[in-house]
């Protein structure tokens, strides 16, 4: 449901970006990368505690799911929404320089909530089945080429918190009401409390800066609070189901915007051309390149993978929900 008109933002000239290794270090401007940091070499420095008598490890507070919609203009209540998206493999264009790519048509942001795709069933071994993960940084709200139209819903700033009384502070010394015991969780509670994910300002996408990053099965990602991010985009053969985590309040204009990139506009994920890849890869790797130029990891001898970003004319913003109103 569209609920404003087209707004324009200035897009880029011609220009080459490179496709990166989905890390938490690389992913950290725009969300969060869940992993297991005992098999990744991951340095992030999450805790953990063992767990279950002593058969698990409990790695603590992996992701920040706090939501923000206390701060939209409908003060309409969200609540936490647990969705499965069946993702099919995405078509790539192969272009007549042999580069295999991918059109960015469109790129999305949720303002208030985090996005959580955790996907089901790939292993970190399959090199044939990964998926795209593409973001943008959000630019100045001034970048709006047209400030008479109406922007899209945003937080707004937090009211000042209020001292709480001593009975409030007594109430909530309380036991557990649902357990009635004082019994501690074996999780404690988080260190700092507020969240680490800030929603991201009210402009449109960056489409000069916009980034991708090969994603294996054995990685989940976070996007940030109002991040431009593309459709989720799985690359390879076989489709991935994906359990997505959010809020959601049911006000599509603030459950979701989207940002159409104009048709004779190109914006492109590009893989490397064919004759550069075959050079160096072995029959197992080139197999794979019919899927997917850079594979499922770029490495340091793969030519480096693209994101060809080229357009024409104005970039065109329709802010459309894609969550239903509930009845
Ligand atoms: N990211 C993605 O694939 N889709 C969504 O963000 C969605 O909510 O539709």
Redesign the pocket.
């Known amino acids: 449901m569209a609920t404003g008109r087209p707004t324009h933002a200035t897009s880029p000239s011609n220009h080459l970006i490179p496709v990166g290794n989905l890390s938490p270090d690389t992913f950290a401007p725009f969300g969060q990368v869940i992993q297991n940091p005992a098999t990744h070499n991951d340095k992030s420095g999450l805790a953990h505690i063992i767990a279950n008598q002593g058969t698990a490890t409990k790695w603590l507070d992996v992701t920040d799911m706090t939501g923000h919609y206390e701060r939209s203009r409908s003060q309409r209540q969200a609540r936490v929404a647990v969705?499965m998206?069946v993702?099919q493999p995405r078509k790539l264009e192969e272009r007549s320089d042999g580069r295999v790519i991918f059109n960015v048509e469109i790129l999305?942001r949720?303002p208030f909530t985090p996005?959580t795709?955790v996907p089901l069933g790939v292993s970190k071994s399959d090199d044939k089945t990964c998926y795209l993960v593409v973001v943008a940084p959000t630019l100045p709200s001034r970048s709006w080429d047209d400030q008479s139209e109406r922007q899209p819903p945003y937080p707004t700033p937090p009211s000042p918190k209020r001292r709480r009384s001593l009975k409030e502070l007594l109430l909530g010394a309380r036991p557990n009401p649902f357990t009635n015991d004082y019994a501690p969780s074996t999780t404690p509670p988080p260190v700092t409390p507020s969240s680490t994910l800030k929603p991201k300002g009210p402009g449109p996408p960056d489409l000069a800066n916009l980034k991708a990053f090969v994603a294996r099965g054995d990685q989940a990602v976070t996007?940030g609070p109002g991040t431009w991010?593309?459709?989720?985009v799985v690359l390879g053969e076989k489709p991935i189901e994906?359990v997505?985590v959010?809020h959601a309040n049911g006000v599509a204009s603030e459950?979701?915007q989207e940002f159409e990139i104009k048709s004779d506009d190109v914006v492109a994920v590009d893989g490397p051309a064919k004759s550069a890849h075959h050079k160096v890869t072995s029959d197992k790797a080139s197999h794979n390149y019919r899927q997917w130029g850079p594979r499922c990891r770029v490495d340091s001898k793969d030519p480096v993978p693209q994101i060809s970003t080229q357009t024409s004319k104005l970039a065109t913003m329709n802010i459309r929900g894609?969550?239903e109103q509930p009845t």
């Open positions: 969705n998206f993702c999305e949720h996005q795709f996007y991010h593309a459709p989720m994906f997505v959010q459950d979701c894609q969550v």
